[in-house]
């Protein structure tokens, strides 16, 4: 009788050890939740960085396109009118006309292709500025999160 009393007491002992070792403070479980958070704004403020700086590196490369388009536009828009010019000295000439024709189709080409190129450039600045206003926001939340983690 003694020794099953010893072992329920020991039994009972051993329960209670085991579940006071699980418990957590909730101080714990916040200063992780806290860490947690500083990781994600971490990583999505590492990763929009790097979006800028991909993006950036693209801005020449779409400042060279809108000025090539452009200038070819103007050549073509040169040539469109002196086929044009050529073709009202003789209106009848087939040749003449063939060739104003195809002339005003590259200039319409060229021309749409130059705008093309102008809006593909302000999309592109219209992105950089709208990444760097996110990497400003997280960059003071994390500031926020590291002062208020700090500070337990």
Do not use: C, F, W
């Amino acid at each position: 009788m003694k020794i099953r009393d010893i072992a329920g007491v020991l039994g009972l002992l051993l329960m209670t050890l085991t579940v006071s070792a699980q418990v957590v403070s909730k101080d714990s479980i916040n200063m992780l939740k806290d860490q947690k958070q500083v990781i994600e704004v971490s990583k999505r403020l590492n990763d929009r960085k790097l979006e800028l700086a991909k993006l950036e590196n693209q801005v020449a490369q779409k400042t060279d396109d809108v000025a090539s388009t452009a200038e070819k536009a103007r050549k073509s828009a040169d040539e469109n009118k002196k086929a044009a010019e050529k073709l009202g000295d003789n209106p009848q000439d087939k040749k003449d006309a063939r060739r104003a024709s195809k002339s005003a189709g590259s200039a319409h080409r060229d021309a749409k292709r130059a705008r093309r190129a102008q809006q593909n450039l302000e999309k592109l600045s219209k992105n950089i500025e709208s990444l760097k206003k996110k990497i400003a926001d997280d960059e003071s939340k994390l500031a926020s999160l590291q002062s208020s983690g700090s500070g337990k």
